[in-house]
Structures are given as structure tokens and as C-alpha cells.
């Protein structure tokens, strides 16, 4: 068992301990800079789990809108329109991220304003750093053709710098753009931003479209964590 650091001071002074007891208690920057907890994005969201090959996988992909549809609101003309009272976009809450201005669902604010925290403190070495130019949330047109509806939709979804970091997967001229020539590695050469970065999304439980097989879009996080489990209770 931990001793608090008020009950150490009170072994060892018992006067100072007193005063300290009128004193709000301190934490220290670890302890504030957790105010979120660390997630992982829930399987049955993540896109290739309710994809077969290029198409939808219609039972799964219906269980992956309506727990969205649930939780943040309905898209109109998407399926579940009726189990949500409200649309999505009524949730809508302009912040900065980054120093950016960004509109996103309100739910999920606070996840980015732990991502930013950890951003500035953890990626500070040179191939760490990264300075965001063009952000991007809340969209309401549907960018996906056929039956997927996009998390920007729902407002839980954010691009970073589609210049820098593309979709090789998406439709033209997408796949022409330089960084999605020739042969590598891992996706994460397809990309600008540093993977300090990506892992910092993705402990708050965002996960990195870079990663679908199929779309492989480097710029694009979405929120796939349990929005009642973002801020620790
Ligand atoms: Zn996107």
C-alpha cells in the first residue's frame, strides 16, 4: 500500500501536515495528464471486421451502425434513422485541436483534448514532432459510395493534412498521389505523420484508417472506443 503524501508529512512534521490539510491537494502532471482512460477501438466497429472483400457484410455492418446511430445520433436517410431522436450534427461542438479549428461530436471532444495533451508532452523528439496544417471532422455528405456510412457522418471521425498523409485506396486520383508509388514496407511510409502520433490516437481508443486493407487512408482517426468510457468516473 501506497502512503499518501500527506500522511508521510504527517509522520514527519506533524505541523507542516496540518497546514497542507488547508491546502487543495496537488497532483502531479502524470497523474492530471491522465484524464482519460486508455481504450482500444471496439472490434465489431472496425471496417475490414464487417467487410468481405469489398462488400459489406450485411449483418455485422448493421450491428456497427446502429450501436453509432445509439450512441451519437442518427444520419439521415441511414438505416436506423428511427432509433435516434436527435441527428448526429445536433451534437456538433467546434474546438481547436492542435491549434486548429475542428467541429466533432461532442462525445468525443474530450478524447481529443487527451490525444493533444499526450501529443505535446510524449512526441517531442525531432522524428516525433509534427505540425498540423489542415484538420478536419463533422462532414454531412456521405464520402463512401454504396451502403457504408463514414464516421465523419457521425461526426466521430478526423482527417489530418490529406495532402501529406493520403488514402492509396480510395478513388482517383487518390492512389496517383507520390506517396502511394512503388513498394514498402509497412503503410506507415505512406504517411507523414510520425508514428509517435498514430500510437498516441490510438491508445484513446481512435483507430488509424491506415490500417484497413482495403482503403489504407493515412489521414483519417475514428473514435471506435466506448464514448461512456472516455473520462475515467
Ligand atoms: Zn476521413
Keep these: 500500500m501506497r502512503r499518501s503524501p500527506t500522511k508521510l508529512l504527517a509522520v514527519l512534521c506533524p505541523w507542516v501536515a496540518a497546514l497542507s ?39 455485422k455492418a448493421n450491428q456497427a451502425i446502429r450501436y453509432r446511430v445509439e450512441e451519437y445520433g442518427r444520419i439521415e436517410g441511414a438505416p436506423y434513422e428511427q432509433l435516434g431522436e436527435q441527428t448526429a450534427y445536433s451534437h456538433a461542438k467546434s474546438m481547436r485541436f492542435m491549434g486548429l479549428p475542428l467541429i466533432v461530436h461532442e462525445r468525443i471532444a474530450p478524447a481529443l483534448a487527451c490525444v493533444e495533451h499526450r501529443l505535446r508532452k510524449q512526441c517531442t523528439k525531432s522524428n516525433e514532432r509534427y505540425s498540423a496544417r ?83 487512408d493515412t489521414m483519417h482517426f475514428e473514435f471506435l472506443g466506448n464514448p461512456k468510457r472516455i473520462v475515467p468516473d
Design 134 to 216: 489542415a484538420v478536419g471532422g463533422f462532414r454531412t455528405e456521405n464520402s463512401y459510395r454504396g451502403a457504408e456510412v463514414s464516421n465523419h457522418l457521425f461526426g466521430i471521425a478526423i482527417d489530418i493534412d490529406p495532402n501529406r498523409n493520403p488514402c492509396c485506396g480510395c478513388v482517383a486520383p487518390w492512389p496517383e498521389h507520390k506517396a502511394c508509388q512503388g513498394s514498402v514496407e509497412s503503410i506507415f511510409e505512406r504517411t507523414e505523420l510520425p508514428r509517435c502520433w498514430i500510437d498516441t490516437f490510438e491508445k484513446y481508443g481512435f483507430y488509424w484508417l491506415g490500417r484497413d486493407p482495403q482503403l489504407r
Design 21 to 59: 490539510l488547508t491546502l487543495p491537494s496537488v497532483r502531479n502532471a502524470e497523474a492530471e495528464y491522465r484524464g482519460c482512460r486508455f481504450q482500444k477501438p471496439q472490434a465489431f466497429l472496425i471496417r475490414k471486421n464487417f467487410m468481405l472483400g469489398k462488400v459489406l457484410d450485411g449483418r
